[in-house]
Nanobody, 124 residues
Framework: QVQLVESGGGLVQAGGSLKLSCAAS????????MGWFRQAPGKEREFVAG????????LYTDSVKGRFTIFRDNAKNTVYLQMNSLKPEATAVYYC?????????????????WGQGTQVTVSS
């Protein structure tokens, strides 16, 4: 069992930045590939970014490439999502998730542990 707790969400103006954190506890953090997803009101949950177990490989949805960065610190059992140049359409609840896969994937069904989410609101 892995427990995931997100933090760092909030209200930011368009063009601003936020850094989300996801702290993991329970089983060995480095044994899991980690991902970030988001769900906007009235929309389905969508993949944002993923990172391999060792942090070597990353995967991003096209809409955030060049603006968002996912990285992890296995010594601190934490995965981060640095979000720059934020747009109003990024407004959503952001979730981190853990998968036993080695390489990052975008399919939500591959992730078996989920956090409770943190709200990100980008004002125009």
């Amino acid at each position: 069992q892995v427990q995931l707790v997100e933090s760092g969400g909030g209200l930011v103006q368009a063009g601003g930045s936020l850094k989300l954190s996801c702290a993991a506890s329970g089983r060995t953090f480095s044994a899991y590939m980690m991902g970030w997803f988001r769900q906007a009101p009235g929309k389905e949950r969508e993949f944002v970014a993923g990172i391999s177990r060792a942090g070597v490989r990353t995967l991003y949805t096209d809409s955030v490439k060049g603006r968002f960065t996912i990285f992890r610190d296995n010594a601190k059992n934490t995965v981060y999502l640095q979000m720059n140049s934020l747009k109003p359409e990024a407004t959503a609840v952001y979730y981190c998730a853990a998968s036993p896969r080695i390489e990052p994937v975008s399919t939500s069904s591959e992730y078996i542990y989920w956090g409770q989410g943190t709200q990100v609101t980008v004002s125009s």
